[in-house]
């Protein structure tokens, strides 16, 4: 469907360099934000995760400066007009991403959720999940510029991906609302798992509107 074409940058090497880092930001919070999870479940609010956590922030403060000047490039220099609004979008797609990451972090280390132990390891492997399936969206959104033949490939891994996610996710309430814990405490970790889960709707979101411009560009 999608044919082979020629760079996006042309000789915009100052352009590539600012979404080559920004791509390299996504992947790096998703990173720190695994770490930061088992850390949490490990240690609760401990200063390793306080750190952590101000790593996420940091990459997010860095992520939003890269997106201004991505923006303010594309205005200024008059790159790739035909396709400037499609990247001005994509680029605050996957900016929504990094805020996420943030948020959910920041929202663990203000509200100290009491998760017992019998759900970590299926916590864990939700948060492997969503990170997984953000992955394969940067690596979609990569492709986009360079090599867009294969963007449908990385697509649909994070279609399917984000299903297993739903699963996870379903199966890990399911269990808590049929413990025994009091109702406020399977309220408050149930939205926990929720907004961990929402990382990889909003990753969704970003290749639904991904591959529209993919189908933009090949016309």
Sequence with gaps: MF????????NSKSLEKKIDL???NIIDVTMIFKKAIKVFLSEQRSESYKKLSGQIKQVEHDADTLRRDIENNLYSRNLIPDLRGDVLQLVENLDKVVNKFDEVTYKFYVERPDIPAEYHIRLTEL??????????????????????NVVRDYAQKVYFIESETDITSGKLRESIFDSEL???NKLQISSFVSVVADIADIAEDCIDELLIFAIKRDI
């Design 22 to 24: 920004f791509h390299d």
């Design 3 to 10: 044919g082979t074409k020629i760079s996006l940058f042309g």
């Design 127 to 148: 948060c492997s999940q969503v990170a997984e399936c953000v992955e394969n969206m940067v690596i979609a959104s990569r492709a986009f510029f360079r090599n867009f």
């Design 182 to 184: 009091p109702l406020a």
